[in-house]
């Protein structure tokens, strides 16, 4: 379990190189969308923002205590859900991580 969080963590971070490291990538900054009582910030990789937005508003519905919640398989992503004290962070990742979906909510302050 401790593994798969490392990666995930490790995948979050590979979102955020600057477009022009990345540019061999279809990185895509979509927005934001609002669900489950915050803002959610939703960046997506080779999935179109038309897809990843509703699959982040979708899976944020409802709040999930736990420091990691599986939220199942959607579109052909894995997602699972990482909750911390003030912030929230969905992944999403093919079986292959070719194909993202990021959502994450702001620190509250």
Do not use: Q
Request: proline fraction near 6%.
């Amino acid at each position: 379990m401790k593994a798969r969080i490392l990666l995930a963590a490790a995948a979050v971070a590979l979102t955020a190189v600057p477009p022009a490291l990345s540019s061999g990538t279809a990185f895509s900054k979509c927005g934001n969308v609002s669900a489950g009582g915050a803002k959610w910030s939703v960046v997506a990789t080779h999935v179109s923002c038309s897809a990843a937005k509703p699959l982040v508003k979708k899976l944020a519905s409802k709040p999930h205590p736990g420091l990691a919640t599986r939220l199942g398989t959607h579109k052909g992503l894995k997602c699972i859900e990482y909750a911390k004290k003030h912030t929230r962070e969905i992944a999403c990742v093919s079986r292959d991580a070719t194909r993202t979906v990021y959502g994450v909510t702001p620190p509250k302050k």
